[in-house]
């Protein structure tokens, strides 16, 4: 069962990064869950999506480069990546791999799910045990199923094995303390400013008021902005452009894209103020910080 296909992503020697639209991948299917099986056999280079994404591998080798944090990929590989996440897929010549991806649109996340998945870790990324992998591939396989057949009521049951994998992601994370990027203690933070924190890390590269983030968690700017900067312990804005320089800093480290692209898509829309801001926060000009940190190749 080889399956459909993602559309091929742009080749290296293109500068600019593909942002892959919901447009195209979602919102023109009956579905907002979209499942593909692949065999992938050269590089994907660096890009991001607008809308989540759960990879899982079947078989073969490669290497995977989420963010700045380059890992082994194999059987068994399984993690989940958000419209502020970028990567790049590097297959082995040897072993090719297979794998499934699911995509699917915010809206399928409950405000009681994104909080699970969300608020106490940054990456959403581990290896499954061989005794797991039977159980994880089944509901892989029924999305599959399910999105082939179409039968009366499969959103449904696509969501819900959507569900089921994203909640077991998050277990064996808490199990086996996979990932080592958390956030900080968040005990004293209330679970509205939760929803807020969560909410300004998936949509930070986009244009992002004050008032749509206090709307977003049901509160007026002016009383949202105050809590917020008591509990966070800084101002929205600055919260705000960490996040920006953070993805920057992560993509300056890990590819060759130009700095005015990096700059817009980091969501600034300023080059000299995107310089200025950045030297401030690391000491060096982007320029700088790529020639002294950054990578040449993936691998």
């Known amino acids: 069962m080889k399956g459909e296909e993602m559309p091929r992503k742009r080749k290296a020697a293109d500068p600019a990064p593909q942002r892959l ?7 023109q299917q009956s579905s907002p869950v ?7 056999h050269e590089q994907v280079d660096v890009h991001w999506h607008e809308f989540y994404e759960i990879h899982y591998t079947l078989a073969g080798k490669g290497t995977h480069l989420l963010n700045e944090i380059t890992r082994e990929l194999r059987a068994g590989t399984l993690f989940c990546m958000t419209p502020t996440d970028f990567h790049a897929v590097i297959p082995s010549h040897e072993q090719p791999l297979e794998l ?10 409950s405000t009681e ?35 082939e057949q179409q039968q009366p009521g499969y959103g449904l049951v696509m969501r819900g094995a959507l569900e089921r994998i994203l909640i077991d ?21 209330s679970p509205v400013i939760r929803q807020a924190l969560i909410y300004m890390e998936h949509h930070f590269r986009e244009a992002l008021p004050l008032a749509e983030v206090a709307q ?20 929205f804005q600055c919260y705000l ?7 920057a800093q992560a993509l300056l480290a890990a590819s060759q894209l130009p700095i005015t692209t990096i700059c817009s898509s980091a969501g600034f ?15 060096l000009t982007p320029r700088a910080y790529r020639q002294h940190y950054g990578k040449t190749e993936l691998v």
């Open 34 to 40: 979209r499942i593909y099986h692949q065999f992938i």
């Open 241 to 247: 452009q960490s996040l920006r320089l953070q993805f």
């Open 216 to 235: 977003h968690v049901g509160l007026s700017s002016h009383y949202f902005s105050e809590c917020f900067h008591r509990l966070v312990g800084q101002t």
């Open 269 to 283: 829309h300023s080059l000299t103020h995107f310089e200025r801001l950045f030297k401030q926060r690391y000491g």
């Open 21 to 27: 639209s919901k447009q195209d991948y979602l919102l």
């Open 169 to 189: 992601l998050r277990r064996m994370i808490v199990v086996g303390q996979t990932s080592s990027i958390t956030r900080e203690d968040e005990s004293a933070i």
């Open 100 to 109: 499934f991806n699911v995509i699917f649109t915010e809206e399928q996340l």
């Open 113 to 147: 799910l994104r909080s699970l998945l969300f608020s106490t870790s940054r990456e959403l990324a581990v290896q499954v045990d061989e005794a797991s992998r039977p159980e994880i591939e089944r509901e892989f396989r029924r999305i599959w199923h399910e999105s």
